[in-house]
């Protein structure tokens, strides 16, 4: 049996979308369509529903137009996904920061968790394959910009950006996953801990787990459950620009 696969955008199609290099003229397609009304709906849908919910069909009849109007502009699912996370991009802050690189990347981290938080569906949607727009480019630049002039090579500026970028999106799909089982469960993670708080109390004894017992115990206090996720974010991106410090102090030392 063969295995399912994702599908993925033809790279020609794609780009010319991303980049805008054409925009078809249809006059059936419906007054005042186009590619931004199109990507904009879809969002609106995602943001709401979630990306399984997105097809063309549905944001067709968002717009008030047919499914085939709206593949007059965008030739399918996987196309508007692209056009879609390359505008959400878009939506991002580019302030000047003051103070120094650990400053910036703080504050990139931030808006990067933001994004995510608006648009959830994104965890699913971006893979390791950029979608090659313009608003990424300008994304990459800018964030680029927080570790210039400060000793690494433009490889490390790579790795240290996707590194963030890395804690960020992993922190985001874990406070995403907690609003997820609250909706699918109708529970909190509180109540979830609450309901199972006599079992543990029965069978993870001080004397049998002593670390875990102790550790869970303060955990649990502080979060309200077994995990916190604003504290996570908050605590691994400290550990992170720890680290990238050392780097930053040792290329200096070299320097």
């Known amino acids: 049996m063969a295995s399912e696969r994702k599908a993925t955008a033809d790279p020609a199609r794609s780009l010319a979308i991303l980049w805008r290099t054409t925009e078809p003229a249809s006059r059936s397609a419906g007054p005042g369509l186009s590619v931004d009304r199109i990507v904009r709906a879809a969002i609106d849908i995602a943001d709401a529903e979630g990306l399984d919910a997105l097809t063309m069909r549905r944001v067709g009849e968002a717009l008030g137009v047919g499914t085939m109007s709206v593949y007059t502009y965008v030739p399918g699912k996987a196309e508007l996904v692209a056009v879609m996370i390359d505008s959400a991009y878009g939506e991002m802050p580019r302030p000047t920061v003051e103070g120094d690189w650990r400053a910036r990347l703080e504050r990139i981290a931030r808006d990067n968790l933001a994004l995510y938080q608006r648009h959830p569906w994104m965890l699913r949607a971006e893979t390791t394959r950029p979608v090659l727009g313009p608003h990424l480019v300008a994304k990459y630049d800018y964030e680029l910009g927080a570790v210039a002039d400060i000793g690494l090579s433009d490889v490390e500026m790579d790795a240290v950006l996707t590194l963030v970028l890395g804690h960020v999106k992993s922190a985001a799909r874990a406070a995403s996953e907690v609003v997820d089982l609250e909706r699918e469960t109708g529970m909190t ?7 199972h708080a006599p079992w543990l109390e ?10 875990a017992s102790r550790v869970g115990t303060a955990a649990g206090q502080q979060h309200g459950a077994a995990y916190g996720p604003e504290y996570a974010f908050e605590f691994g991106l400290q550990r992170v620009l720890d680290g990238i410090s050392v780097v930053v102090a040792e290329r200096a030392t070299a320097g």
């Open 202 to 211: 029965t069978f993870m004894t001080a004397d049998a787990y002593p670390t």
């Open 189 to 195: 993670d509180g109540q979830w801990w609450q309901s």
